[in-house]
């Protein structure tokens, strides 16, 4: 038995911002290149994209603004338990596909590695936990990252913490409270800058907190965008807008960082969600946007396999600066291309599965109570 998601309202989808979409993409890529220079540039000064980072805190902001438009309507018809199953589907297939991968480097690593120093009980834990998303940071070749077999997890814990919240809590509350509560998250970020002297932190057991900052401010301003209409309508496109976010990813760094950082995050950021949402698209991108979009969490769950053993490779071999560039542009590509390749192979294919199957249910319900 087949049906249409017409035919379900629970499940009816609303039309994408798809230039927010293809900033998704950029700003995956920008962590992805930014990854593979923190291995070369330990000194942030001298990284190009010594700020790219900071797309998680993007990543963040937009998440808000797209939950509130997606669900701030219908949450309440589709009841949490609907709620929390589209989430799900949505997000952890490629949760596992990450684990899955980042398993595999660090077992088989060609390039290196203390797999002797772990016990097998030890390596089995951290993989469980890395596939229920329960921060487990204690592997030391990892830098006791949250998730040591797919360290942007980290972020992702936070985007179900903060789904959580939206759906017990924040969707529920009228927007002066939640200006109150962004503004409370506001102050948050400014003491971990200032405390820290970045942002840089969230990834780590020893910076675990920074990463409830983060995602509080950024995720209530996102959901306060959209709450509170703020979208600037304007021409900038995909073209100008991707050039304006990649200028915060390159932004010196500096002694400063601790002021530059949180100002990029408290107003940049939210600007740039605002004039994203507004802004006119040109019909030529609309293929780039797309698939900038699609690709983007493909990209950004399954990278970081790659960079520990190009970590690895870097630190062992000391390659030279012509064996460095093309090491990492093809990496890149080749990363892009593996990304897309598990998106349509795996990603596409079980999402479809699970979200065809919920579906029959759910039509068996309805015509159950006919």
């Not at 936070?158 to 939206?166: G, M, P, Q, R, S």
């Not at 080749?334 to 990304?339: I, S």
Request: net charge positive; aromatic share 16%; glycine share 8%.
């Amino acid at each position: 038995m087949t049906t249409n998601n017409s035919s379900i309202p629970i499940l009816q989808t609303k039309q994408h911002f798809e230039i927010l979409d293809g900033l998704r993409g950029v700003a995956a890529l920008a962590v992805v290149i930014f990854h593979f220079m923190e291995w070369i540039f330990t000194d942030p000064s001298k990284n190009f994209i010594g700020h790219g980072f900071l797309a998680v805190d993007f990543f963040f902001c937009l998440s808000g603004f797209v939950i509130g438009y997606a669900y701030d309507d219908r949450i309440a018809k589709m009841g949490l338990r609907n709620f929390f199953i589209s989430r799900i589907i949505r997000l952890h297939p490629l949760v596992a596909a990450g684990s899955v991968l980042g398993l595999l480097a660090f077992l088989f690593d060609p390039f290196g590695g203390n797999l002797e120093l772990y016990s097998t009980g030890k390596i089995i834990l951290t993989f469980i936990c890395s596939l229920f998303m329960i921060p487990l940071p204690v592997i030391a070749d990892r830098g006791f990252n949250l998730f040591s077999f797919n360290a942007p997890a980290w972020s992702l814990f936070w985007e179900y913490i903060a789904n959580i919240v939206y759906a017990f809590v924040l969707y529920r509350i009228a927007r002066s409270y939640l200006l109150i509560l962004t503004i409370i998250a506001a102050a948050a970020i400014c003491y971990v800058g200032y405390n820290s002297g970045n942002l840089l932190g969230g990834w780590s057991g020893p910076t675990f907190w920074d990463g409830f900052a983060r995602i509080s401010y950024s995720f209530l301003a996102g959901l306060l965008i959209y709450r509170s209409n703020w979208i600037i309508k304007n021409k900038l496109g995909f073209a100008g807008l991707s050039v304006l976010l990649l200028l915060a990813f390159i932004m010196p760094s500096s002694a400063m960082n601790w002021i530059t950082e949180p100002l990029i995050v408290l107003f940049y950021f939210p600007l740039l969600v605002s004039l994203g949402a507004g802004s006119v698209l040109n019909q030529g991108l609309k293929k780039v946007c797309v698939f900038s979009g699609n690709i983007s969490y493909p990209l950004y769950m399954t990278h970081y396999a790659a960079l520990w053993m190009f970590g690895n490779y870097y630190t062992n071999y000391k390659p030279d600066t012509t064996q460095l560039t093309f090491v990492v542009i093809s990496g890149v590509i080749l990363l892009v291309g593996f990304a897309y390749l598990v998106m349509v192979v795996y990603d596409i294919p079980l999402r479809k599965y699970l979200t065809d199957k919920r579906k029959e249910k759910l039509a068996k319900l309805k015509t159950e109570n006919i």
